[in-house]
């Protein structure tokens, strides 16, 4: 059979037919090449499954979870054979915790225009065993509720462990799943897969601790490192407005962009995660996964195809390629800093120190920025900006491309002005949208150039977003679609560009001083000094 068509416009990424690299290898995903690489136009077909939670009475379960299975169930992509197991300490029975899930979903921000007549279906798929993470017996209930699931839902055998817990057990769970035989699939032609929540490690040694406690019981294939900003809609469009397009490859590059910037501000504080957030900071809060991930969507060579292993391939080439920060490198390319007390919205907020479970004396990063290049023929002279904090002027996730200026400036705009150079917004969150800023004649008898802006705005151009990122997410893991997942190797090549800042900064590196900025500024003086000694300076408007 020749590939199929493209309906319209529409480009997906090819779920049915996953081929593989050596990295993501395994024998029976190997499909011809060049038959697979036409977009599929067919609605999703999920696969039956058994569908675990272990730490069912958490908040990510009652928050995001089962919201995002109702959601999908709602919009008919669930088979009939999916059934939830959810596994946890606390005592429960699967009446009580059907009753705590449906109060979570019906009052869940995921969830527009609640149904009770789509719950009362969705719940019947949902189940409830009790019992420790290190308790054999756990385990051994849990093999008889997935027989008895498996005759009741028909759900082939297959089997989706979702580890939504604190990062503590993540090694127990698995160690556990490996020992009781509970890794392999239960069935012949049946598949067992696990996705692993952030955050994956604290370092790089026990990132690869846990990679390789993780890699003794499953195949890398089977197993889904979860980033939900990668499910974002607009983190997905990165990928269809740079290979969905011909215009911009050709201009892609070091002859044409000046620089990038990447940001990821928020306004809000730490809020009640001062005792996670002591134990993390900036770094490792935001920059290992979100904007390494973002950075790499963004510099990476197209792939062979728009598939899992090929896409996971060219991203880790580009953090593979990035000049390592050791020595002299980081106290000249890292900004830390940490917010002090003052106004957002025009309301007077805390400084960090006095947050609940922040020590008064804490040297815990609320901001951080730095400066990266990219080694490699593409990028090699453009530099990479990132920054991301709390506590400051504006919420914004956004990637600014700032193109070369025009090697002529032929407008006289008056006094030393001149001619901006174009920028290419990516707005990732809120207000999602793509903004160019163009040089332009203002209309009159005059030639007057001056720049405007074109704003596409999602919101305008498709209506509002439909799929949240967890729905995203779990339906590409239960159809075994790991393109948005994270691969071993791109998780410890993240870990290993931050080792030598993490180990200077926790040290207190005299050269990598923690500065202070006003809650409801744009960070600290020294990130505008990192960027203003390049002669540029942080979009801030
Ligand atoms: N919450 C979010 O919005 C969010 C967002 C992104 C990522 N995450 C990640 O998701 C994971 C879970 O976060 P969370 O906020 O849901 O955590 P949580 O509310 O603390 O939930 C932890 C779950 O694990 C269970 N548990 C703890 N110790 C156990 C044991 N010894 N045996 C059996 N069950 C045990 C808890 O059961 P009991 O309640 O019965 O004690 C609870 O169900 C974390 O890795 C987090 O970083 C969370």
């Known amino acids: 059979m020749g590939p199929l068509p493209v309906k319209g416009n529409e480009i997906r990424r090819n779920r049915s037919q996953e081929r593989s690299t050596p990295l993501d290898s395994h024998p029976s995903a190997v499909t011809l090449p060049g038959l697979a690489s036409t977009a599929k136009t067919s609605h999703r077909t999920a696969p039956p499954c058994a569908f675990v939670i272990f730490g069912a009475s958490g908040d990510l379960t009652a928050r995001k979870l089962v919201p995002a299975l109702y959601n999908l169930d709602g919009q008919g992509l669930l088979p009939d054979g999916l059934a939830v197991v959810g596994v946890a300490i606390t005592e429960m029975d699967d009446e009580s915790f059907r009753q705590n899930m449906h109060h979570a979903t019906k009052t869940s921000a995921e969830v527009e ?3 009770e007549e789509t719950w009362s279906a969705f719940e019947k798929r949902l189940h409830y065993i009790t019992g420790g993470f290190d308790q054999p017996k756990t385990y051994d209930d849990l093999k008889a509720r997935l027989l008895q699931i498996d005759n009741d839902f028909q759900t082939c055998g297959n089997t989706l462990y979702y580890l939504a817990t604190t990062p503590s057990f993540f090694g127990v769970i698995v160690g556990m799943l490996g020992e009781l035989a509970m890794a392999v699939p239960r069935q012949q032609g049946s598949w067992t897969r696990v996705i692993i929540e952030k955050p994956f490690g604290h370092d790089l040694q026990s990132a690869a601790k846990l990679n390789d406690e993780v890699h003794s019981v499953f195949l890398e294939e089977q197993v889904f490192r979860i980033d939900h900003y990668l499910g974002k809609e607009t983190v997905q469009n990165i990928l269809a407005f740079r290979f969905a397009n011909s215009i911009f490859e050709p201009i892609w590059s070091r002859e044409h962009i000046d620089h990038v910037q990447i940001t990821a501000a928020e306004t809000l504080g730490v809020e009640h995660r001062g005792n996670y957030y002591e134990t993390a900071g900036a770094l490792r809060d935001m920059f290992q996964n979100h904007l390494f991930q973002l950075m790499a969507l963004v510099a990476m060579e197209p792939p062979v195809h728009i598939d899992g292993p090929f896409v996971r391939d060219r991203k880790a080439d580009v953090l593979r390629s990035i000049v390592p920060l050791s020595g002299d490198g980081v106290g000249l390319n890292t900004v830390r800093a940490q917010y002090e007390a003052g106004e957002i919205s025009g309301e007077k907020v805390d400084a960090y120190t006095v947050e609940p479970d922040v020590h008064p004396y804490s040297q815990t990063e609320t901001f951080a920025a730095m400066e990266l290049s990219i080694d490699n023929w593409r990028w090699g002279g453009v530099p990479f900006y990132l920054r991301s904090g709390k506590r400051l002027a504006d919420k914004r996730t956004e990637i600014a491309i700032t193109f ?14 001149t001619i901006n150079p174009n920028v290419l917004v990516m707005r990732i969150q809120p207000n999602e949208g793509i903004l160019l ?42 159809e075994g679609d790991s393109t948005l997942f994270n ?12 080792a030598p800042v993490l180990e200077a900064w926790s040290v207190n590196d005299p050269s990598t001083p923690l500065a202070k900025y006003p809650a409801g500024s744009w960070g600290p003086t020294a990130a505008n000094v990192l ?3 390049d002669g540029r300076a942080w979009r801030n408007e």
């Open 113 to 115: 225009n609640f149904q």
């Open 404 to 417: 070369k200026s025009v090697p002529q400036q032929f407008f006289n705009l008056g006094g030393d002005e």
């Open 437 to 478: 800023t163009l040089g332009a004649k203002i209309p009159g008898p005059r030639m007057v150039v001056r720049q405007m802006q074109m704003d596409f705005s999602y919101r305008t151009g498709f209506g509002e977003s439909r799929a949240t990122a967890y729905e995203t997410l779990l339906l590409d893991a239960i």
């Open 487 to 498: 691969r071993y190797d791109s998780v410890e090549l993240s870990w290993k560009i931050l």
């Open 531 to 533: 960027i203003a000694r």
